[in-house]
């Protein structure tokens, strides 16, 4: 099953592509072991996935979010009851374009 994600590589701006709902495909996205993180603040559920390692294997450099460096390629999805991987929402769209101030396209 697909699912749509916002990707943010580093030195780029977010953008929405559609991902495989799968471990292996979320692996190769980040390039390694997956991390999820519980990304806003106002509850609207949306997590940040990352390499567990980045940091560890010296990733490039991404933005900085809650006084930490975020490295290498991150997307961002929703979860539902379950913790389940889903698409993001419009609404989840929205403050992530305020948070990276631009358009997501």
């Known amino acids: 099953m697909m699912i749509t994600v916002v990707v943010k590589h580093p030195g780029e701006k977010p953008k929405l592509i559609e991902i495989d709902n799968g471990l292996d495909a979320m692996q190769a996205l980040v390039g390694?072991?997956?991390?999820?993180?519980?990304?806003?603040?106002?509850?609207?559920?949306?997590?940040?996935?990352?390499?567990e390692e980045g940091k560890l294997i010296g990733l490039d450099y991404n933005f900085i979010w809650n006084k930490?460096?975020?490295?290498?390629?991150?997307?961002?999805?929703?979860?539902d009851n379950e913790g389940n991987s889903i698409s993001i929402t419009k609404e989840q769209i929205r403050y992530l374009t305020e948070i990276f101030e631009t358009v997501i396209e």
Do not use: P, R, S
């Open 32 to 51: 390694g072991l997956i991390q999820y993180v519980y990304f806003d603040d106002i509850g609207l559920g949306i997590d940040m996935v990352c390499n």
């Open 68 to 79: 930490d460096i975020v490295v290498g390629t991150v997307f961002f999805c929703a979860a």
